[in-house]
């Protein structure tokens, strides 16, 4: 009979290893604070996702943990248990943070005293306190962008939109410079951009407009759906205008290239008979330089590339030497 000293053995080191890993993720879950700690509060427009034990923070550093939520009216009083060696003043901000994109949130605390001071509060007003948002509403808006984008742009685009909403200015340029990579939807862009800022304006309220940083991107989007408008505007009227210009120049152009296709045998025949013809036909063309000159000037263009469908015709040398240079294509 085998003895049942290892297997009891084995089964203790388990037991003892579930034990202290039990210990560590309940230490780590407990809320807790460094030293003695006093109950605060703090009312709330809107603290929808908030619950107990979810962490009070002061620079990013936790000082505390939330204990209860009551709803008061239509307020909502967020009460928490708040390091001794930090003070709640007439100049503190608290406020409702996301803390990850799965939804867990946090309160911070901006511009709380450390240490005693005078006039200490209790509790932090509700003028004084930026409330929760739904961050599916500030997702809305930008989904034809994530569309463009790959699971890391998009995780990045969307952590860049909740430093945004949440007061931090650094997500600002990021989030301007993904929306700007919009090519792939044409003339939806605007469309599109309008979209995002209308979903903006939305959280922008739910925050009840205490996000600068929020009014910043919804500035600066806004002022892109109106350069996007006004480009749109006198691209449509250029477009217009070439397109009234070019109906003519295509209509004259086919009526010179049926001329000279019927004409070209007669007129090659009667160059090539006489030695001299061509020369002298080239020679007489130096007057058209001026003459193309005027109407480069009355036009005010460019000259351009001229092509030939089946390749040009070689000149004499004379005929280079008569036209000072000038480039003349003649087609064969």
């Not at 239509?74 to 996301?98: C, E, G, K, M």
């Not at 997500?171 to 979209?195: D, F, M």
Request: hydrophobic share 40%; proline share 4%.
């Amino acid at each position: 009979m085998k003895s049942l000293t290892p297997t009891i053995i084995k089964i203790v080191a388990f037991a003892a290893v579930i034990g202290v890993l039990t210990y560590v993720i309940i230490a780590i879950l407990e809320p807790s604070s460094d030293g003695p700690s006093s109950e605060r509060s703090a009312v709330f427009s809107d603290a929808s996702g908030l619950k107990p034990r979810d962490g009070v923070r002061l620079a990013g550093v936790k000082v505390g943990y939330v204990t209860a939520i009551d709803l008061k009216g239509p307020t909502a009083v967020v009460h928490f248990q708040l390091n001794d060696d930090v003070t709640i003043t007439s100049n503190t901000t608290a406020a409702v943070r996301y803390q990850n994109l799965l939804g867990q949130r946090y309160v911070e605390l901006i511009g709380a005293a450390q240490g005693k001071t005078q006039g200490a509060l209790t509790q932090v007003a509700l003028d004084k306190t930026v409330p929760s948002f739904d961050v599916s509403t500030l997702f809305n808006g930008f989904k034809p962008v994530f569309d463009t984008l790959n699971a890391d742009e998009i995780n990045e685009l969307q952590s860049n939109l909740l430093r945004v909403a949440q007061g931090d200015g650094r997500g600002i340029s990021p989030v301007l410079k993904q929306v700007a990579n919009i090519t792939a939807y044409g003339n939806q862009r605007s469309e599109i951009i309008t979209n995002i800022v209308t979903s903006l304006g939305q959280v922008s309220d739910q925050l009840e407009g205490r996000s600068a940083e929020m009014v910043e991107l919804v500035d600066k989007l806004g002022s892109i759906v109106d350069a996007f408008s006004r480009v749109s505007d006198r691209l449509r009227e250029s477009l217009r205008e070439v397109n009234r210009s070019m109906s003519k120049t295509v209509i004259t152009g086919e009526q010179l290239e049926s001329t000279y296709d019927q004409s070209f045998a007669t007129i090659y025949q009667r160059l090539t008979r006489e030695p001299g013809e061509l020369e002298g036909l080239l020679n007489g063309a130096v007057l058209l330089k001026p003459l193309m000159d005027s109407l480069a000037a009355a036009t005010n263009s460019t000259p351009s590339e001229a092509r030939c469908s089946k390749g040009p015709l070689p000149l004499p040398d004379t005929a280079r030497i008569a036209l000072m240079g000038q480039r003349l294509v003649v087609c064969k």
